[in-house]
């Protein structure tokens, strides 16, 4: 082969190559748009999982593709860039990493200057000034927290304080939770006593029941003592069930939360699917008249095997590793706790069988079938796509239809070879440098 075979071989890989990377630019408008219009929520947990399911990319790829997808969407200088086939898929990508709508021609200007690796250079310096402005502004926030505790003329204690966003949360969450505690009690006490007229009708102001709350907390705090305890202990659902609504959630009966909340008769049976359970029994006058020993739902043996078998998720994509066990056919039902009658759901996946209406049997062959709410099948592989029989040849056509001019010189880097100083490319681009 002469080298000028080579040469023209060379300049082939070079504009399929600009036309491959025009393709993705109208790929990922594709993605974002169906991301947007929330095509993939057919029993996936987001678009990059029905992507890697639908396309058989793996999911750091697919994540990426959506990540990208969306950055464009407010970045349309690259975007344009993309589609031209003038920056590569790989520089776009290095540069919506840290491109703003303000920054997005200095940073296109970098693309198309630069060769990938001085892109990826720059992006990673430009990423430490973000990360260092942000982390001045974090500490700013923290060192601006504070509390004050102080007593007024009259003798009431007065609160003023900055706390930082999460411990804000926190103490929201906190309130909220002791704020319902004790309307619950006062619901109670008021329905339970003959109200007297000087009390009863008025309801406490939203400030009056934070006020409450906060008092609540402290008591709580001191009552049993500051320190939490393991994760797994401080929270625990306690869900009591009628045994009929778990055989057949039309059936007249309650499922109620331990402080009183109704859930749906879907609900109860995903959390009695997995869990520990106590059974009592009620006399008809409501007398609680025998209580069993409290036993897991699913032995540890069988939970075991089921691990091992399963692996993960077995909803269609998905493939999570760790989840609940699912009998197939409801043990209140009469369904057996056995391998075959057991399937291993995320958390995700589980309440879309219990409370989305999608459906899962086990075929006699042994194999899952899942099937969406309407009935459609869900596979566990996609049906392969349609494609022409020159897939080159049909994406050159139709980019020549759109008037798309692609060569082996349009991708060619601005460079001419000069040494790149990173410090002070980033010095003056960066709008937060310095
Ligand atoms: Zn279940
Ligand atoms: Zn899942």
């Known amino acids: 082969m002469d080298m000028r075979s080579l040469d023209r071989l060379g300049d082939e890989i070079a504009e399929l190559s600009a036309h491959l990377d025009a393709a993705t630019a109208h790929l990922l408008d594709l993605i974002r748009e169906f991301d947007a219009r929330g095509g993939w929520n057919t029993g996936f947990r987001s678009c990059a999982a029905w992507l890697a ?18 950055a464009l969407g407010t970045l ?7 589609a031209r086939g003038e920056l590569s898929y790989a520089k776009v990508r290095a540069l919506t990493r840290v491109a703003t709508p303000e920054t997005e021609a200095r940073l296109l200007a970098v693309g198309r200057a630069g060769t990938a690796a001085h892109v990826e250079r720059i992006v990673r310096g430009w990423r430490r000034v973000d990360r260092k402005a942000e982390a001045r502004e974090t500490a700013r926030r923290h060192a601006s927290r504070a509390l004050h505790v102080y007593q007024d003329e009259d003798g009431m204690v007065v609160i003023r304080g900055r706390l930082a966003p999460e411990v804000g949360a926190l103490l929201v969450q906190a309130l909220t939770a002791a704020r319902e505690a004790l309307y619950q009690q ?91 359970r106590v059974v009592m029994r009620h006399a008809p006058d409501g007398q609680v008249v025998e ?52 399937a291993l759901l995320c958390r995700r996946h589980h309440r879309a069988v219990h409370e989305e209406g999608y459906q899962v049997d086990r075929q006699p062959d042994g194999e899952l079938r899942f099937r969406r709410p309407d009935g459609r099948l869900l596979p566990e592989v996609p049906p392969p796509a349609a494609i022409p029989a020159d897939p080159v ?42």
Not at 59 to 65: K, Q, T, V
């Open 53 to 70: 399911w639908r396309v058989g990319l793996d999911p750091g790829a697919a994540r990426e593709r959506v990540r990208v997808a969306h």
């Open 76 to 82: 349309p200088l690259l975007a344009r860039a993309l």
């Open 291 to 342: 209580v069993g020993a409290r036993t897991r739902t699913i032995p540890p043996a069988i939970r075991r095997a089921l691990h091992h078998r399963d692996r993960g998720c077995r909803f269609p994509g998905c493939g999570l590793p760790f989840g609940q066990g699912h009998h197939i056919r409801h043990w209140a039902h009469g369904g057996p706790t056995t391998l075959s009658n057991l």
């Open 186 to 276: 006062r619901r109670a006490d008021v329905s339970a006593e003959t109200p007297s007229p000087d009390v009863s009708a008025k309801t406490p102001t939203m400030a009056e029941q934070q006020a409450d709350a906060l008092a609540l907390l402290a008591e709580t705090a001191l009552h049993s003592g500051i320190d939490p305890g393991a994760p797994g202990e401080r929270y625990q659902v306690v869900v009591h069930v009628d045994a009929p609504v778990l055989a057949d959630p039309d059936a007249p009966g309650q499922s109620v939360l331990e402080d009183g909340t109704h859930v749906s008769a879907e609900t109860s049976r995903r959390l009695a699917c997995d869990a520990s």
């Open 393 to 434: 040849q049909a994406l050159l056509a139709r980019h020549d239809a759109q008037g798309l001019r692609l060569h082996a010189r349009t991708a060619i880097p601005g460079w001419l070879g000069e040494r790149l100083n990173v410090g002070w490319a980033i010095d003056v681009m960066h709008p937060l440098a310095g």
